[in-house]
Antibody, heavy 118, light 107 residues
């Protein structure tokens, strides 16, 4: 069965960095584009970034462009999100999700909480 | 960027009610729209893709319609397990965007 398991969340000070990981299993990871989506406490969903199946194409939300980097290692079936220069507005649960060819995200991880606070 | 406006943002309904949620896009997105259901403390789940195609395993009381700039999600007969927050998402162009959400609560 398809599984996506995020890790790497925690409490971090403003201005610092954090790297999230998403371990995928149960499907051919290298065949799918992958997304990061976040949700601030009590708020709606916010799309963060996407990476194509081969890592050749990446797109970002304006709110994270230049600070966050999405990447993947298909040999390890793992998706990453490098987050730099974090601010309190980045506090959220971060989900990784599998895209099914412009149809939407059909599998999601359980999420990992990132709290940016001094 | 394409903005998605969902209405209403909150609705109170009873079991058995027919419920309709609207999602309007700031520009045409063809049928590149998905609907998700999210329950508290859980990840979203895909309900509808390509505006009107039911995701495998989703009950047939859920349906989607629309194209271009106006879309609807309909629940034909609300069940207790349907009380949740619903989001639309456009996949027409980057950056992808979500609607603000519609919280469906028990009347």
């Amino acid at each position: 069965q398809v599984q996506l398991v995020e890790s790497g969340g925690g409490v971090v000070q403003p201005g610092r960095s954090l790297r999230l990981s998403c371990a995928a299993s149960g499907f051919t990871f290298s065949s799918y584009a992958m997304h990061w989506v976040r949700q601030a406490p009590g708020k709606g969903l916010e799309w963060v970034a996407v990476i194509s199946n081969d890592g050749g194409n990446k797109y970002y939300a304006d709110s994270v462009k230049g600070r966050f980097t999405i990447s993947r290692d298909n040999s390890k079936n793992t998706l990453y999100l490098q987050m730099n220069t974090l601010t309190a507005e980045d506090t959220a649960v971060y989900y990784c999700a599998r895209e099914r060819e412009t149809e939407g995200c059909d599998y999601w991880g359980q999420g990992t909480l990132v709290t940016v606070s001094s | 960027d394409i903005q998605l406006t969902q209405s209403p943002s909150f609705l109170s309904a009873s079991v058995g009610d027919r419920v309709t949620i609207t999602c309007r896009a700031s520009q045409g997105i063809s049928s590149y729209l998905a609907w998700y259901q999210q329950k508290p403390g859980k990840a979203p789940e895909l309900l509808i893709y390509a505006a009107s195609t039911l995701q495998s395993g989703v009950p047939s009381r859920f349906s989607g319609s629309g194209s271009g700039t106006e879309f609807t999600l309909t629940i034909s007969s609300l069940q207790p397990e349907d009380f949740a927050t619903y989001y639309c998402q456009q996949l027409n162009s980057y950056p992808l965007t979500f609607g603000g959400g519609t919280k469906v609560e028990i009347k």
